[in-house]
């Protein structure tokens, strides 16, 4: 394919060619169109044309459908098979609907039937100009967006490697202090322990931070498939609530959970769907002072089971609602930093809950605490 490039200095939108070999019909379209301040090159000559169109580049090109050398159609397929991207308009003496068609067919903008006025030429010499910049304009982010997207795929696959070279590791470390936990235990004081319960505690958060990560990439590539089966709700989210007990007493929050002494059955990935209660009841936990509540809800609809997870925590900011399930987004830097947290639990739920053909979404108050509402289909559809 010959290059687009234009030199330096020139703007291919506004240079027109016009091609003809009538030299008197030629010097006045030129004058036509130099009068609207354009900027054309006036060629009679078949084979100057080609010469002009592989060494310059034109926004609009004008030629005569059939002159002595060489077809109008013929420099059609020159510029088209040769990947230049300029708008090309036939003129012709045969106005028939067949000659128009066929012209489109070769790739030309439009076409001109002789006799034409002034202000014909000059409108479609107008318009070739502005659909010239459009097509510059659109190419011209077809290429940021191919950018942003080839360095989003390199940041997900920095994300995915970094997070496996970085399990392994920690995995052996949390092994090596699971073995010697016992010994410790029976020769290091009371600050020894506390100190030993931080080291295990943030490897544990770096754990949970990592295996997020990895989540997260198996979402990006799409290997995160999930196995439907029929799931009890209110079972699911009653064992998920028992599982955290003990990060409830130690922060001293009260919960409770209503509406699932009953079965509320769905068709979904129960793994995965715990995945999110833990994530949700985790993050309540984590941003609901001592002497609080929280409160999980399950309720049937028509064809639905809707989850709610509420708490009376700090609640989130009205601008940051449509932002939260956002990824490696986080409503208050020093907040979220405090608490922990790489910015991606909420959009993996987000992405969990959409491979279930679900919604998910949260209403809150600044200080009034938040609730964050799942709703899952109870039968998937087939395909699906």
Known sequence: MMSNDAPDGQNPA?????????????????????????????????????????????????????MPGIEGSEILEIVTKGGYDCCVNVITGD??????????????????AKPFDAHELVVKAKRCIGHYKQRAQINELKLIVTHYKDLDRMKSDFVSNVSHELRTPLFAMQGAVDLLSDDLKASLGGQGMQLFDVLRGNM??????????????????????????????????????????????????????????????????EQLLHQVLVNLVGNAIKFTPSGK?????????????????????????????????????????????????????????????????????????????????????????KGE
């Not at 295996?211 to 979402?219: G, K, M, Q, V, Y």
């Not at 929050?253 to 979904?268: F, P, Q, R, T, V």
């Not at 609730?371 to 559809?381: G, K, R, T, W």
């Open 204 to 269: 544990d958060r770096l754990g949970a931070i990592i295996t997020n990560l990895l989540d997260f990439s198996r979402i990006e590539n799409g290997t995160m498939i999930p196995k439907f089966a029929q799931v009890d709700i209110c079972k699911l989210v009653k064992s998920t609530f028992a599982e955290l007990d003990p990060l409830f007493q130690k922060k001293g929050i009260a919960c409770a959970c209503h509406g699932i002494d009953a079965s509320l059955m769905a068709e979904a990935d």
């Open 293 to 381: 509540n929280i409160i999980g809800c399950v309720t049937g609809s028509a064809g639905a089971v809707d989850i709610v997870i509420k708490d009376e925590g700090v609640g989130i900011d009205k601008k940051h609602l449509n932002l939260v399930f956002d990824r490696f987004y986080q409503v208050d830097g020093s907040m979220t930093r405090e608490v922990g947290g790489a910015g991606i639990g909420l959009a993996i739920c987000k992405s969990i809950v959409g491979l279930h053909n679900g919604r998910i979404w949260v209403e809150s108050e600044m200080g009034k605490g938040s609730e964050f509402h799942i709703s899952l289909p109870v039968a998937q559809q």
């Open 95 to 112: 106005a028939s609907v067949e000659t128009a068609v066929r012209c489109m067919r070769l790739g030309a903008c439009d076409y001109l």
């Open 14 to 66: 506004s240079d027109i060619l016009v091609i003809d070999d009538d030299e008197a019909l030629l010097r006045i379209w030129v004058r036509i169109l130099e009068r609207e301040g354009l900027k054309v090159t006036g060629i009679s000559k078949s084979q100057r044309a080609l010469d002009a169109i592989v060494n310059k580049r034109f926004g609009v090109i004008f030629t005569d459908l059939q």
